[in-house]
């Protein structure tokens, strides 16, 4: 079974910096995209980023462009994500997802595999 642990959530200031980690197992991992989604109270899930782990390519949600940075460590078949200069509209449930594809595309159209979310609140 696909399974995918998110961890990290916490509370920080604004301007400070979180790293979310997702643990995946139960599939190969090269074969898959990888993506981060999130979701605040009241509002539509949102694609936050995604890796390919074949490629190694990244793609980022317009809202977190130049202050999120995604990477993999394929060896422990985790995904990080690094959040820098948060915000409080970053606030959020932040969600790891996984594709059986080598491409991003899921990062607009949803992921197949979800794992349970980790909360990230940015106080001002």
């Known amino acids: 079974d696909v399974q995918l642990q998110a961890s990290g959530g916490g509370l920080v200031q604004a301007g400070g910096s979180l790293r979310l980690s997702c643990a995946a197992s139960?599939?190969?991992?090269?074969?898959?995209?990888i993506g981060w989604f999130r979701q605040a109270p009241g509002k539509e899930r949102e694609g936050v980023s995604c890796?390919?782990?074949?490629?190694?390519?990244?793609y980022y949600g317009e809202s977190v462009k130049g202050r999120f940075t995604t990477s993999s460590d394929n060896a422990k078949n985790t995904v990080y994500l690094q959040m820098d200069s948060l915000k409080p509209e970053d606030t959020a449930v932040y969600y790891c997802a996984a594709d059986p594809q080598w491409y991003c595309s899921g990062l607009w159209t949803g992921m197949d595999h979800w794992g349970k979310g980790t909360l990230v609140t940015v106080s001002s």
């Open positions: 890796i390919s782990i074949h490629y190694g390519s990244a």
């Open positions: 139960g599939f190969t991992f090269d074969d898959y995209a």
